[in-house]
């Protein structure tokens, strides 16, 4: 079975753009999650959606967005790119279907960076 | 709101030796979820141990076992046996229980490095 999968695993972009971010969980998984990385902050939430509907979201600003589809995959978008969005993006995708069983799946990353 | 700490940014064993990394947490809650996730150069996040906050006995994942203190607040990692392929960044985080969120709250994380 394939694995989380996210896309593009590199992106360089100015400030002031926009960018979508892809992933594509696991088959048969219907929760995602999106984290930020950086060296300074760690690891942060910024949201979880589940059968294409936004559950919980982290303190970010409303320049961070996302949605989810039919099919689980789930795209997110950052639009006026600040300096400080340069960040590795991670993906994460659960079953959902037994809480106490549930595990996420972390996808490789997208590694952006803003000039 | 829920916090991880991991007061350990860097820490180094020798291959074949036996390391201990620390987290603490604080949450108000009384059934959660614990994990350490491994994070080697590749980036990609690897679940490496899980412990229900209900389960008294703590958890063990071969070389990997975790002390469980609920009253503390705590839960270490034991790495027994280092291996090369243990060095990584090393995670601690922590979920509420029940169906409405996934969300995992992290530690700054501890990096770890085997010396040969």
């Known amino acids: 079975k394939a694995g989380v999968t996210q896309t593009p695993r590199y992106l360089i972009k100015t400030r002031g753009q926009q960018v979508t971010l892809s992933c594509s969980p696991i088959?048969?998984?219907?929760?995602v999650s999106w984290y930020q990385q950086t060296p300074g902050q760690g690891l942060q939430f910024l949201f979880e959606?589940?059968?294409?509907?936004?559950?919980n979201k982290g303190n970010f600003p409303g320049r961070f967005s996302g949605r989810q589809f039919s099919n689980s995959r789930s795209e997110m978008n950052v639009s006026t790119l600040e300096l400080g969005d340069s960040a590795l993006y991670l993906c994460?995708?659960?079953?959902?279907?037994?809480?106490?069983?549930?595990?996420?799946?972390f996808g490789p990353g997208t590694r952006l960076t803003v000039l | 709101a829920q916090t991880v700490t991991q007061s350990q940014p860097e820490m180094s064993v020798q291959e074949a030796e036996t390391v201990t990394l620390s987290c603490t947490y604080d949450?108000?809650?009384?059934?959660?979820?614990l994990f350490w996730y491994k994070q080697p150069p590749s980036r990609q996040m690897i679940l490496v141990i899980r412990?229900?906050?209900?389960?008294?006995q703590n958890a063990t994942e071969n070389r990997f076992s975790v002390n469980f203190q609920k009253a503390a607040k705590s839960f270490s990692l034991k790495i027994s046996d280092s291996q090369l392929g243990d060095a990584a960044m090393y995670f601690c985080?922590?979920?509420?229980?029940?169906?409405?969120?996934?969300?995992?709250?992290f530690g700054k994380g501890t990096k770890l490095s085997v010396i040969p």
């Open positions: 985080a922590y979920r509420r229980s029940g169906a409405g969120s996934y969300q995992l709250t």
């Open positions: 088959s048969g998984h219907r929760s």
């Open positions: 949450t108000s809650e009384s059934d959660y979820y």
């Open positions: 959606y589940f059968s294409e509907t936004q559950r």
């Open positions: 994460a995708s659960s079953l959902a279907k037994q809480a106490r069983t549930n595990e996420q799946f």
């Open positions: 412990q229900e906050a209900y389960k008294q």
